[in-house]
């Protein structure tokens, strides 16, 4: 499918998607093979991208023998040689993952392979000791942990929140931006760019870097899908369709994380997935989610965080011959939108970056048990409704299971700490004390 056939589908005209002449371009495939996944083209390199990227944030975790959480390596081998084999070429990760375990996972399953086979992008994480030396320390240990003498895309990690300022120290009065310079001079990084999370002005305080030529950037990383298009949650976050449009209209490719809303719309309510099915009973909540990021011609890779063989092989499933949505489906997946904010859920991802809790709280724990409540229709509300003390029995006893009681709702402080570190600009210990006040109603109505 080319460039001209890939907007004629997509009903891009109409809906004011055209892509720019500085868009990366969707290869074209031979359509007699089972399952070609869709490749773009990024047009500032000529770089050969496949549209579905690896995303390393939630690597399979198992128990070693000191019962601490480590990445299940055989199966990340096994995950990895399977995404190369049917075409995924681009794997992303950062020092800060998995309490930082990513990389070398990452290096561990990819170096098994030829380095030509598949490209690297990986990210300078100060968030804490933003010094020039222990920044250096970071970016050379990532080139250890990944077992490469250069990356392909490398990422200053989610700048925005604390603004320009804030960037300023975390990169530019510390000599970082110069250092990574020379870096991308010598070959060692041979793309540059930043993954965003916060408000408009500080995103439109780095677009206008960019245009004064302070900061040349290669391409961009943001949170994008079909709910954060018009409808961003959080405190400061800002919606995906003034991001994308910003990046589009200067050029700068585009790479979508959190497609799925860390999983969230891989797993609807179950109203919402019924009018999915009702069109097309053969695709996946997560498939709707990926052909929206993907039917914008500005997007060069969507990431997606598997955590198995399934999400895999459903999501390869999706991006073989891939079908952007055409116009009337874009408008149902934003009626889609509507009614998934209308559910009381906690916008939460699970990345993970609020832990540890100082308080051992399980903060994404606890978030994920209730969104997975009012996902699966298993959310108690009042004793008017049918098999109330049904439901109410079975989100105690499996809260009880899921989190331990030490490790609870009712056991946050409100210190805040958590808040420095979320992405989603989540007022996390008001979250926690909503459904600590949720618990406890449950308790109380027997």
């Not at 309490?99 to 170096?111: H, N, V, W, Y």
């Not at 009337?328 to 832990?355: G, H, I, S, W």
Request: overall charge negative; charged content about 25%.
């Amino acid at each position: 499918m080319d460039r001209r056939d890939f907007l004629k589908v997509s009903g891009a005209g109409a809906l004011g998607l055209a892509a720019s002449s500085c868009a990366p371009k969707t290869v074209k495939v031979k359509e007699d093979t089972p399952e070609q996944m869709a490749i773009r083209e990024n047009p500032r390199n000529g770089d050969k991208i496949s549209l579905l990227g690896f995303g390393c944030m939630r690597w399979p975790m198992v128990k070693d023998a000191s019962g601490k959480d480590v990445i299940d390596q055989e199966a990340v081998n096994e995950m990895v040689d399977y995404a190369l084999e049917h075409g995924i070429n681009y794997f992303d990760t950062s020092p800060a993952y998995l309490q930082g375990q990513s990389e070398r996972a990452a290096g561990i399953a990819l170096s098994r392979h030829p380095r030509s086979s598949y490209y690297i992008a990986t990210k300078l994480s100060n968030f804490g000791d933003r010094s020039r030396e222990a920044s250096i320390r970071m970016y050379e240990e990532s080139f250890k942990e990944m077992q490469t003498d250069y990356f392909d895309y490398y990422l200053l990690h989610s700048i925005g929140r604390g603004g320009e300022d804030f960037f300023r120290k975390r990169y530019v009065e510390n000599g970082m931006m110069d250092f990574l310079r020379e870096e991308k001079a010598k070959g060692r990084i041979r793309n540059l760019g930043f993954s965003f999370h916060g408000a408009k002005e500080a995103f439109d305080s780095f677009m206008r870097l960019y245009d004064e030529g302070e900061f040349v950037w290669d391409f961009c990383q943001i949170e994008m899908n079909y709910v954060d298009w018009k409808h961003a949650d959080g405190i400061r976050n800002v919606n995906a369709d003034y991001l994308y449009a910003e990046l589009e209209k200067r050029g700068i490719p585009v790479v979508i994380m959190e497609p799925l809303l860390g999983g969230r719309l891989a797993n609807v309510p179950m109203g919402i997935s019924r009018q999915m099915k009702m069109r097309d009973p053969d695709r996946s909540a997560a498939s709707w989610a990926f052909r929206f990021c993907g039917s914008y011609p500005g997007v060069l890779c969507i990431l997606s965080g598997m955590t198995s063989m399934d999400p895999l092989l459903d999501n390869i499933k999706t991006f073989g011959h891939f079908e952007p949505l055409n116009a009337e489906e874009l408008d149902f997946m934003e009626r889609m939108a509507v009614q998934m904010k209308e559910y009381p859920l906690v916008n939460c991802t699970n990345c993970k970056y609020c832990m540890p809790c100082p308080w051992g709280i399980d903060i994404p724990g606890i978030f994920q048990h209730y969104n997975t409540s009012i996902t699966n229709g298993t959310y108690a509300q009042s004793k008017e409704q049918k098999g109330y003390k049904k439901l109410r029995d079975a989100y105690l006893t499996s809260y009880d299971k899921a989190i331990p009681t030490v490790r609870q709702a009712d056991h946050c402080i409100g210190c805040g700490e958590c808040m420095i570190h979320c992405p989603q600009s989540i007022a996390i210990p008001d979250e926690l004390h909503r459904i600590d006040q949720y618990v406890e109603r449950l308790k109380k109505n027997a």
